[in-house]
T-cell receptor, first 113, second 113 residues
Framework: GENVEQHPSTLSVQEGDSAVIKCTYS??????FPWYKQELGKGPQLIID?????GEKKDQRIAVTLNKTAKHFSLHITETQPEDSAVYFC????????????FGSGTRLQVQP | DVKVTQSSRYLVKRTGEKVFLECVQD?????MFWYRQDPGLGLRLIYF???????EKGDIPEGYSVSREKKERFSLILESASTNQTSMYLC????????????FGPGTRLLVL
């Protein structure tokens, strides 16, 4: 089945710096790569996603890049703010009919003011 | 926005009890999912359903069952709760044909004593 590895597990940055979280996946047939943000006491919320027909997608301060050859994708957050502090998860479609997701283990991002 | 609600935010149960976790979504989504979230392991799929009365096993179905009698409601059942089922349980829903898990509920934190 699909295997998703995520690094680092924790990341601390100064406010205004950039943060990068990386994930690798195992199934070369995977074609959809979402990123979720989970704030304390809440369920994960989709913040950005990318499909395999593009290499990069941006939405204001966040961007996702995809390298299908190397089977990895990354989340980039620029000009970080304290409210970016949360746990971030990457995911890709599981092999259970592609309806569900296989998630990475999560990255706890702490933005120091 | 899709609203996914879960019946309880916190539950404390005893070993051997039968436990019901309820999830309701209000956007007529075909797909519904149950994940459990544990530190360092990310989210792992327990079961999902793509239609009323339909269910599919996820990656960790052992010790769990599900019920989908109505489109908007998806229940997770622990037939005989055990301490290793202490976890955060997250419900999600999505439209048919969409990869991924769409919108998540706030989660139920279950403690089995």
């Amino acid at each position: 089945g699909e295997n998703v590895e995520q690094h680092p597990s924790t990341l601390s940055v100064q406010e205004g710096d950039s943060a990068v979280i990386k994930c690798t996946y195992s199934d070369s047939a995977s074609n959809y790569f979402p990123w979720y943000k989970q704030e304390l006491g809440k369920g994960p919320q989709l913040i950005i996603d990318i499909r395999s027909n593009v290499g990069e997608k941006k939405d204001q301060r966040i961007a996702v890049t995809l390298n299908k050859t190397a089977k990895h994708f990354s989340l980039h957050i620029t000009e970080t703010q304290p409210e970016d502090s949360a746990v971030y998860f990457c995911a890709s479609p599981s092999d259970t009919g592609r309806r569900a997701l296989t998630f990475g283990s999560g990255t706890r991002l702490q933005v120091q003011p | 926005d899709v609203k996914v609600t879960q019946s309880s935010r916190y539950l404390v149960k005893r070993t051997g009890e039968k436990v019901f976790l309820e999830c309701v979504q209000d956007m007529d989504h075909e797909n519904m999912f149950w994940y459990r979230q544990d530190p360092g392991l990310g989210l792992r799929l327990i079961y999902f359903s793509y239609d009323v009365k339909m269910k599919e096993k996820g990656d960790i179905p052992e010790g769990y069952s599900v019920s989908r009698e109505k489109k908007e409601r998806f229940s997770l059942i622990l037939e005989s709760a055990s301490t290793n089922q202490t976890s955060m349980y997250l419900c999600a829903s999505s439209l048919s044909g969409h990869s991924g898990s769409g919108s998540f509920g706030p989660g139920t934190r279950l403690l089995v004593l």
